[in-house]
C-alpha cells in the first residue's frame, strides 16, 4: 500500500499540457481477468495510452484486455501472465497517464471516447448516437476519486444476454418466489434442461412461453418485478448449478391437477416443489 | 316529479350498463378468438409441414445422386425444425407428446449430420438407409394421423381452446377428439424408439451418466458427516437428509440446513460420497477482496476435492460474485466436458457454491491417444487471417457427442478473440467458438 502511494509521487503531468488531471494510481489488487471496476477502467485507460489496447474502456477486463496487457507484458520484458500485479501496474504507471477526471467524466456522460496518447481530447470524443441509452448508474465519482465508478458494461454468461437473463428471472420470480434459493435455482435450471431436451423448444423464450408449460406465465405472475435473488438464481443455473438433478418438469403436489405429471419418475423434492425426469 | 327523473336516471344507468357490458364482451370475444386463431395456425402449419417432411423423406429415398441428396437432407432438417417449433406453440405440455417431438428432433439431427458430411466419400450406409426408409413409414403415420384430426377439427369446428380447457380441468379428456389424436400419434411411436437406438443415435446421445464413480455406497449416517464436512463444520442434527428418488440419474443424498438468513445445501453421489452440487445462499456485502485473491480460495477450495490436476481457465465478477471455472488436466491435456465451479463472495472470500456434476457426469479415466499430427501441421490447418496467441492439447465434445484430442488455438481477429479446436488425428476442425465480449449496460441495473 505504501507503494502505490509513492507510485503517486512519480507521476507529474508530463509535457502533454492537456491532461490536467493529477493522476492517482491503482489499488493494491492483483487485477485478473474477469474483474470488473475502478482499476479495470484504470488499466484499460493506460494501456490505451500506449497504444496496446483498441478497444472500448468499458470497465471490465475481458480477452481484449488481456492480449493487450500480455503484449504490454512482452514489450516490457515482464512474465507474460495476463495478470496485472505490482510490478506490472508500476511499469504501467511510469510509462504512461491517466487522466482520471476526463475519462471519469466521458463513462458518466455516457460518450463513446478514446484515451491515445499524444491526441487531443477534442478528438478523442464523439457525442452519443442518438438516445443516450447507457447512461450510468447513480451519480457516484463526481470528480474522479471518491465512490468508485460503475463500469458501462457487464460480464455475462457465454451465449446470454442480460435480456435473456431478465427474462428468465421473470419467470423464476412468478414460479418460485417463495421458495427457498435453492428451489429457485432448480427451476431455472429446469428451464435450460428443457432449453437442451430434444422435446421441449430450443430457446429459453420458447420454453418459457410454450402454452401450458407455467402456471406464472399463464396467469401473467411473470410480469412482476423480480428481486435480485431470482437474477442471482439464473446466473447460478446459467452458470451449471443444478440441483434439480436434471430434471424436466416440477410440480406442486398439492395444486397440481394432471395425473399425468404423477407418472413422471421423480427425483427430489426441494421447497413445495417436487422435481421428476 | 322525483319518481320520474329517478326511472330516467336509473334506465340510463341500465342501458350504459348493458352498453359497457356488451363491450367488454366483445372485447374478451376478441382476445379469445385471436389465441384460438395462433393456435389453429400452428396445428394446420404442423400438419403441412409433417405431410412435406413425408414426402421429402420419401424422396430422398428416391434420390441416386450426392448432389441433390445433400440439399434435399438439409431441407428435411429444416422442415423438422418448423415441425418442432410448432409442436412448442400448442398446449400440449400436459399431454404426453414427448416421444413425438424426440421424433422430429431425431429426423432433423440424421438429416443434420448426413447432409454435412461428404457424401461422396462416405455415402450412406445400409443401417442408415434401412433408418431413412423407417421414418419414412413413421413419418406417414403421423401424417395420416394428423390429417384425420385436421379434417375433424375442420368439419366440426373443433377449438383448441376446448383442448385447453379439458387439459386444464383434467376432465373428460379421453372425450376430447384433439386430444385422442394426438394421443394415438404418441402411441405409434413406441415402437420406434428402439429402432432408432441399434442404429446408434438418437437424442440421448452415448451413455455418459457417471460411468467412473469410485468408491463405497455411503450409509446414512456417513452422509450426514459427509454433508457436514462440507457445508462449513454445521452440527449434523441440524442437517435435513433426503434421499432422491427413482428419476434420478445417479443416486444421490441431499442435505439442507437453515440457520438465521442463511441456509446451505448439498447434493453428494450415494456412492463414494462425492459433491456433486453445493450452494450456500446469504445476503452478500460490497466486494472487498479481489476477484485474484477470490481465485486463490477456490484454488484452495478445489484442492480439498479428490480430483487431481484441476486448471482454472475461466474467471468472471458477477456484481458481488467470482465465478471459476476448472478443467480436469492430465499430463498437459485439458478436459473440457470435465468442468468444475466454484462461486466464491467478494466481499469476505467464503465459498457460496460449487458444481462438479459436469465432472462426474463426464469424467472416465482413459488412455489416450497421442496426437496423430504434429503442432505445425495443426497450426496450418487453422484460418491463416487469424493471429494465433496461445495453444494447448484438449479433449472436447464434438458434434457427434464423441470425445475427441484436438489441438487448441486462442486467437485474435481484429478485436475479437475465437477458440479453435483442430482434430489431433484427423486435422479436422471441429469447433470454433467465439469467445464473449462484455456487455453494453442499458439502464435497467442488473
Known amino acids: 500500500m505504501v507503494v502505490t502511494a509513492g507510485l503517486v509521487l512519480l507521476i507529474f503531468p508530463l509535457a502533454d499540457g492537456t491532461w490536467s488531471k493529477p493522476v492517482h494510481g491503482f489499488s493494491s489488487q492483483v487485477i485478473q481477468q474477469g474483474a470488473t471496476g475502478d482499476d479495470v477502467i484504470e488499466l484499460q485507460a493506460r494501456l490505451q495510452y500506449l497504444g496496446f489496447y483498441n478497444g472500448d474502456i468499458d470497465g471490465v477486463f475481458g480477452w481484449g484486455t488481456y492480449w493487450a496487457l500480455r503484449n504490454f507484458q512482452y514489450e516490457f520484458g515482464l512474465d507474460i501472465d495476463g495478470l496485472a500485479g505490482q510490478e506490472v501496474k508500476n511499469k504501467l504507471v511510469k510509462a504512461s497517464n491517466y487522466d482520471e477526471g476526463y475519462v471519469k467524466k466521458q463513462i458518466q456522460e455516457g460518450k463513446d471516447f478514446t484515451h491515445y496518447g499524444g491526441v487531443p481530447k477534442s478528438q478523442q470524443t464523439k457525442q452519443p448516437s442518438g438516445q443516450s441509452s447507457n447512461q450510468p448508474q447513480g451519480q457516484g465519482g463526481s470528480e474522479g476519486g471518491g465512490q468508485p465508478d460503475e463500469p458501462t458494461a457487464v460480464n455475462v454468461p457465454s451465449g446470454y444476454s442480460q435480456n435473456d437473463i431478465q427474462l428468465m428471472a421473470n419467470a423464476v420470480y412468478g414460479e418460485a418466489r417463495g421458495e427457498p434459493y435453492v428451489g429457485q435455482v432448480a427451476v431455472a435450471a429446469v428451464i435450460l434442461n428443457r432449453v437442451q431436451s430434444a422435446s421441449f423448444p430450443n430457446t429459453a423464450s420458447g420454453v418459457i412461453f410454450e402454452p401450458r408449460a407455467f402456471t406464472a406465465v399463464a396467469d401473467g405472475q411473470i410480469w412482476l418485478e423480480p428481486n435480485d435473488q431470482a437474477k442471482e438464481a439464473v446466473m447460478d443455473a446459467i452458470n451449471g448449478w443444478d440441483p434439480s438433478g436434471q430434471a424436466l418438469y416440477y410440480f406442486n403436489p398439492n395444486t397440481a391437477t394432471s395425473d399425468w405429471i404423477w407418472t413422471r419418475p421423480q427425483i427430489k423434492q426441494i421447497g413445495k416443489h417436487i422435481f421428476c425426469k | ?446
Open chain 2, 1 to 446: 316529479m322525483i319518481r320520474w327523473s329517478l326511472v330516467v336516471v336509473l334506465s340510463i344507468a341500465v342501458v350504459g350498463l348493458g352498453v359497457w357490458g356488451y363491450q367488454e364482451n366483445q372485447d374478451k370475444n376478441a382476445v379469445l378468438i385471436q389465441a384460438e386463431n395462433s393456435y389453429q395456425r400452428a396445428f394446420h402449419d404442423l400438419t403441412y409441414n409433417i405431410d412435406l417432411l413425408h414426402d421429402k423423406i420419401g424422396s430422398s429415398l428416391a434420390m441416386n445422386s450426392k448432389q441433390s441428396l445433400s440439399p434435399q437432407l438439409a431441407d428435411i432438417w429444416k422442415i423438422s425444425s418448423e415441425a418442432n417449433t410448432d409442436v412448442g406453440q400448442l398446449p400440449l405440455t400436459l399431454l404426453p407428446f414427448n416421444k413425438t417431438e424426440e421424433f422430429l428432433y431425431d429426423i432433423g439431427d440424421f438429416a443434420y449430420r448426413t447432409a454435412v458430411r461428404d457424401l461422396e466419400k462416405k455415402p450412406l450406409s445400409d443401417e442408415e438407409i434401412k433408418l431413412l426408409e423407417e421414418l419414412h413409414a413413421k413419418s406417414g403415420e403421423i401424417e395420416e394421423e394428423l390429417r384425420k384430426v385436421q379434417n375433424e377439427v375442420l368439419s366440426d369446428n373443433l377449438r383448441w381452446m376446448d383442448v385447453e380447457l379439458a387439459l386444464a380441468t383434467n376432465d373428460e379428456v379421453g372425450d376430447n377428439t384433439i386430444v385422442n389424436g394426438f394421443k394415438t400419434v404418441e402411441k405409434s411411436m413406441d415402437s420406434f424408439e428402439s429402432s432408432v437406438t441399434e442404429v446408434g443415435f438418437g437424442s440421448s446421445g452415448p451413455e455418459k451418466d457417471f460411468r467412473d464413480l469410485q468408491g463405497e455406497n455411503l450409509t446414512k449416517a456417513e452422509a450426514r458427516k459427509q454433508a457436514s464436512k462440507w457445508l462449513e463444520k454445521v452440527d449434523t442434527e441440524k442437517l435435513t437428509l433426503t434421499k432422491s428418488g427413482k428419476g434420478a440419474d445417479v443416486p444421490t443424498y441431499t442435505a439442507s440446513f437453515q440457520e438465521g438468513d442463511k441456509n446451505g445445501y448439498i447434493d453428494l453421489t450415494e456412492k463414494g460420497g462425492h459433491p456433486l452440487t453445493i450452494m450456500i445462499s446469504r445476503e452478500v456485502n460490497d466486494p472487498q477482496i479481489s476477484l485474484y485473491e477470490a481465485s486463490e480460495k477456490a484454488k484452495e477450495y478445489v484442492g480439498g476435492l479428490d480430483i487431481d490436476n484441476l486448471e482454472l481457465v475461466e474467471s468472471n465478477q458477477y456484481d458481488k460474485m467470482g465465478v471459476f471455472r476448472f478443467l480436469y488436466t492430465k499430463n498437459d491435456v485439458r478436459f473440457f466436458p470435465d468442468t468444475v465451479v466454484v462461486k466464491v463472495a467478494l466481499d469476505n472470500g467464503e465459498i457460496l457454491g460449487l458444481s462438479a456434476r459436469d465432472y462426474y457426469d463426464y469424467h472416465i479415466d482413459q488412455d489416450l491417444n497421442e496426437p496423430e499430427i504434429s503442432l505445425e501441421e495443426a497450426r496450418s490447418k487453422v484460418n491463416p487471417n487469424v493471429d494465433i496467441q496461445e495453444h494447448h492439447l484438449s479433449v472436447i465434445e464434438n458434434d457427434l457427442k464423441e470425445q475427441v484430442l484436438c489441438y487448441e488455438f486462442l486467437t485474435t481477429m481484429e478485436s475479437t478473440t475465437y477458440r479453435i479446436f483442430i482434430n489431433a488425428s484427423t486435422g479436422e476442425e471441429e469447433k470454433v467458438e467465439t469467445l464473449k465480449k462484455a456487455e453494453m449496460k442499458f439502464n435497467q441495473e442488473i
